[in-house]
Every structure is written in C-alpha cells, then in structure tokens.
C-alpha cells in the first residue's frame, strides 16, 4: 500500500528489509531540518535533503527543484542503500506533501513500486510516542537497477497544449491565493498555466496532517476532473514536489496514473513566452 501507519512502521522497525527515509525540509530553512533530524528522527532513517538530493542543478529556466536525470537518481539509490528488493517508507513534517512525495515519486518512476509514505509524517510519530534516536545514520550502498517510466513526466510544452484541450486536466495544486495571482511570495511572476484548474495539495489532509477518507477524496477528484480519466491529468505546483503529493492522494483514492510537469510553476514563468493567466 501506498500509505503506511505509525503502528505498522512501528511493527517494522527491526525488519532488514526496509528503508526508512527522513526528508523534512523548509523552503524558507533548507538545512534547519537537518538538525533536527540529528536531534531526533525515527530510529534507522537515513535523512534526505530536498536541494542536495533530490533536485538536479538549477540553471534559471528549469525550475527551483528541477528533476534529476534517471542516471543521477539510479545513482541516488545505489548510494542511500536501495536495492530492487527495498521496501521503502518515507515521512516529513507536513503529511508527506513537501519532499516525501517527491522521494516517493521518484522511485516510482524509476519502477521501484515497494514505497509508502508514513501517514501523518513525523508530528504523528512524534504524537504516538514512537521511538526516537538522534544522531546521523546511513545505510550501506547497493546497487539500484532501474526501469524507467518516461511516460509519467510532461514537459512544459506538453503541459500547455494539455490546458488548452478539454481531453485533458491540468492541476495547479499551490494555495489559491497564489493561483489566481493575488500573491507570489517565492517566484518572480504571479498567476497560473492558462486552462489549469486550482486544487490545492493540503486539502487532500486531515487538520492533524493524516490523508482524509480514500472515498470522500475520490468524490472531490472526479469532480476536478470533470469525466477526464487520472491519466490524462497533469500535475504542477511551484517547483513540481508537492504536486507529486495530489498524484499519491489520487492514487490512494482509486485514481491512479496522474503525471507530473516536474519544472512546474517556476519553470513556466521563467519563459515570458509562455502565456499566464490570473484570478479564478
């Protein structure tokens, strides 16, 4: 499954087999999680930095967090000791909505399937009385073979053509405030992709940061959707990591297959080409 509880990571914790990956991260921090991690985090996790890696040099037109290449990321797993035979299970601190879903996505693409985000993140650990251990851990390198998934990616010419046909969906999942352009505290230029609808990632959570009922989410993604089938969606949000999130909580509500324009929002707007539009 998809979504792992604090129970049953709890029932897991001395299984050889599993991963455990810490990739609390702050957009406005970016290394103030990491301490925190060395102060306390569950005990064999092995922390992940959204910047350092799980994002491919920035060069100014492809994003804030541009994907890395499938050989840097095969890279990425050999060295953080995932094999094909890993069961991996990732948290944050945000319910798995800011870099565990990115993590999490990307071993999907390479066709690593055995992956779960903890439920919750670290504040439900945390919540229950999990164990804790502090300090740095690692695991031992292996050797990650990938099976690439090139299909679950669209670039940013894709994504345009995409919202402008009624056979697909594009998703822009960032707070509605900044979808209509009323603000833009991160990126240079405020508004969204022309013919994106706005379905904001943290309405996918519970106000204690657990996923809401599979079935009530399915409602609301067929209604976003629009008769449009899962995969026909595409997914942006402002540097393409917490849309990887809505393509989870789809998937966990029955409507796998959405794709992801991983440049997203800061990669369109970087190409004054590129038509915006603002408000609803």
């Known amino acids: 499954m998809p979504l792992m ?6 029932d897991r914790l001395s299984d050889p087999r599993l991963a455990i990956f810490d990739c609390r991260f702050l957009l406005d921090a970016p290394d103030a999680c990491k301490q925190e991690y060395l102060a306390a985090h569950i005990p064999g996790a092995v922390y992940v930095h959204l910047d350092h ?7 100014g037109r492809n994003g804030r967090h541009p994907l890395p290449d499938p050989a840097a990321i095969v890279d990425l797993f050999s060295r953080l000791g995932i094999s094909n035979d890993t069961d991996v299970v990732v948290y944050d601190s945000a319910g798995g909505g800011l870099a565990a879903s990115r993590l999490w996505w990307m071993l999907r693409y390479l066709g690593h399937d055995r992956v779960s985000i903890l439920d919750g993140g670290w504040p439900a650990w945390v919540a229950a009385g999990g164990p804790v251990r502090a300090g740095e851990e690692r695991r031992a390198p292996t050797t990650f073979v990938a099976r690439s998934r090139h299909g679950m990616v669209r670039n940013a010419e894709a994504t345009g053509a995409a919202a402008a046909s009624p056979r697909w969906r594009v998703v822009d999942v960032r707070a509605p405030a900044r979808y209509r352009g009323d603000e833009e505290p991160i ?15 943290m309405n996918s959570l519970t106000p204690d940061g657990h996923l809401r009922p599979a079935d009530q989410l399915r409602v609301e993604f067929e209604s976003l959707l629009g008769g449009v089938p ?16 809505l393509i989870f909580a789809m998937e966990l509500a029955g409507l796998p297959g959405g794709l992801l324009y991983p440049g997203s929002w800061s990669e369109w707007c970087s190409d004054p080409a590129r038509p915006i539009a603002t408000g609803d």
């Open 5 to 10: 509880t604090v129970r049953e990571l709890v």
């Open 187 to 201: 990126d240079p230029v405020a508004g969204h992709i022309r013919g994106a609808r706005n379905w904001y990632w």
């Open 230 to 245: 899962p995969e026909r969606s595409i997914c942006y949000c402002g540097s393409g990591v917490t849309s990887a999130f």
């Open 53 to 59: 890696d799980l994002s491919a040099p920035k060069t």
